[in-house]
């Protein structure tokens, strides 16, 4: 639950191409590189020009246990592994996040005392840095302005949850956020932290901490037909969405302790929901499906149907372009799958991954 939750706001920076201050040429991808040759050709392909970066392992669970956990880089609008990102001999990645210069981040969870983040430059080719984290770390979030938030257990197995946020480039936190309770948070583009903590009941307690302050400001209860949050969003003007096992996404305007809107899916269970960078929203199905709605509407515009019949969708990840990359559950492999902005056609154009594959989308070259 904690992993799917920490991959929302990752799908929500990666896919708004202007998000931070990453505007112009990119000065750390050199302008000869093939990189940046074929980012001219986008209009004529089917793949965005941006580098895809999928989590998984390198052969199946049952052969040796498995194998490392790496970051594969799918670049150059390719269909095959371009290179991959890490230490072949290491099996602690958890998870990436994609800033909005198109930095790469890795964390690493090597015990449950010690973790590591470790950030790239965009297209994973040179490592520019690495912070140290005081615990196992499990979630890395990035808001509009660049800073990181890493979710760990300061006292490893058992111990308090802690947020350190760290401003760009900075390998220290000034500012550590200690959780009231086991939550599970993301971080909206302004830097608001929603905090989500369960209790007696069918209700979920929703804590909010403004931009740049250690404390909650205010908090406020969501019931519904199960005490535990599917998942849950926030927009680019830090709208709350959030999900919990019923057929509505409830979205909550900052500041609010009452839903604003009430978005129906018309499904069973909507399970992860991501933004693209003009407000449009898709959303996963329990049995495979994606629901696309159109910014400002309540229901949807149209449906994608389940790639091959898999199901549930483990990662969703919207691209510069209003397109749309899911990670299919496909038992032994899984597919990763790219729909085009307004489609419904499926292109597995990444193939197929051992382990269930997060998938994040980096910043096209300009």
């Given at each position: 639950?904690?992993?799917?939750?920490?991959?929302?706001?990752i799908?929500?920076?990666?896919?708004?191409?202007?998000?931070?201050?990453?505007?112009?040429?990119?000065?750390?991808?050199?302008?000869?590189?093939?990189?940046?040759?074929?980012?001219?050709?986008?209009?004529?392909?089917?793949?965005?020009?941006?580098?895809?970066?999928?989590?998984?392992?390198?052969?199946?669970?049952?052969l040796?246990?498995?194998g490392?956990?790496?970051?594969?880089?799918?670049?150059?609008?390719?269909?095959s592994?371009?290179?991959?990102?890490?230490?072949?001999?290491?099996?602690?990645?958890?998870?990436?996040?994609?800033?909005?210069?198109?930095?790469?981040?890795?964390?690493?969870?090597?015990?449950?005392?010690?973790?590591?983040?470790a950030?790239?430059?965009?297209?994973?080719?040179?490592?520019?840095?690495?912070?140290?984290?005081?615990?196992?770390?499990?979630?890395?979030?990035?808001d509009?302005?660049r800073?990181?938030?890493?979710?760990?257990?300061?006292?490893?197995?058992?111990?308090?949850?802690?947020?350190?946020?760290?401003?760009?480039?900075?390998?220290?936190?000034?500012?550590?956020?200690?959780?009231?309770?086991t939550?599970?948070?993301?971080?909206?583009?302004?830097?608001?932290?929603?905090?989500?903590?369960?209790?007696?009941?069918?209700?979920?307690?929703?804590?909010?901490?403004?931009?740049?302050?250690?404390?909650?400001?205010?908090?406020?209860?969501?019931?519904?037909?199960?005490?535990?949050?599917?998942?849950f969003?926030?927009?680019?003007?830090?709208?709350?969405?959030?999900?919990?096992?019923?057929?509505?996404?409830?979205e909550y305007?900052?500041?609010?302790?009452?839903?604003?809107?009430?978005?129906?899916?018309?499904?069973?269970?909507?399970?992860?929901?991501?933004?693209d960078?003009?407000?449009?929203?898709?959303?996963?199905?329990?049995?495979?499906?994606?629901?696309?709605?159109?910014?400002?509407?309540?229901?949807?515009?149209?449906?994608?149907?389940a790639?091959?019949?898999?199901?549930?969708?483990?990662?969703?990840?919207?691209?510069?372009?209003?397109?749309?990359?899911?990670?299919?559950?496909?038992?032994?492999?899984?597919p990763?799958?790219?729909?085009?902005?307004?489609?419904?056609?499926?292109?597995?154009?990444?193939g197929?991954?051992?382990?269930?594959g997060?998938?994040?989308?980096?910043?096209?070259?300009?």
């Amino acid at each position: 639950m904690r992993y799917l939750l920490a991959l929302l706001t990752i799908g929500l920076l990666a896919g708004c191409s202007s998000a931070g201050n990453g505007s112009g040429n990119n000065s750390e991808i050199p302008a000869n590189s093939s990189f940046a040759r074929r980012a001219s050709s986008v209009q004529s392909t089917s793949m965005p020009a941006a580098p895809i970066y999928v989590l998984h392992n390198t052969r199946p669970p049952w052969l040796h246990g498995g194998g490392p956990v790496l970051v594969g880089i799918y670049a150059d609008n390719g269909t095959s592994v371009s290179y991959r990102v890490g230490d072949v001999t290491d099996n602690s990645a958890q998870q990436v996040a994609v800033d909005g210069l198109g930095r790469l981040y890795v964390l690493n969870s090597f015990s449950t005392t010690a973790s590591a983040v470790a950030v790239y430059s965009p297209w994973g080719r040179q490592l520019r840095y690495t912070i140290s984290v005081p615990g196992r770390a499990y979630n890395i979030a990035l808001d509009g302005s660049r800073n990181l938030y890493v979710q760990y257990l300061a006292g490893g197995a058992g111990g308090p949850e802690d947020i350190s946020v760290y401003a760009p480039g900075s390998t220290t936190a000034p500012r550590i956020i200690q959780l009231e309770g086991t939550a599970e948070e993301v971080v909206a583009p302004s830097g608001t932290i929603y905090a989500a903590a369960y209790g007696s009941g069918n209700n979920a307690q929703i804590t909010v901490y403004p931009a740049g302050h250690a404390k909650p400001s205010y908090s406020f209860t969501i019931a519904g037909p199960n005490p535990y949050v599917w998942s849950f969003q926030t927009d680019q003007s830090s709208n709350f969405y959030v999900t919990n096992l019923s057929p509505n996404i409830l979205e909550y305007a900052p500041g609010s302790t009452t839903p604003t809107r009430t978005l129906t899916t018309g499904s069973e269970i909507p399970h992860l929901m991501s933004f693209d960078s003009n407000g449009n929203l898709y959303v996963s199905d329990s049995d495979g499906t994606i629901l696309y709605f159109q910014s400002g509407s309540t229901t949807p515009s149209y449906t994608i149907p389940a790639y091959e019949g898999l199901s549930p969708i483990t990662s969703l990840a919207t691209d510069p372009f209003g397109g749309v990359f899911a990670v299919y559950d496909g038992g032994n492999k899984v597919p990763v799958t790219y729909y085009g902005s307004g489609s419904s056609t499926p292109q597995p154009l990444v193939g197929k991954m051992y382990w269930f594959g997060q998938v994040a989308v980096g910043k096209p070259y300009q």
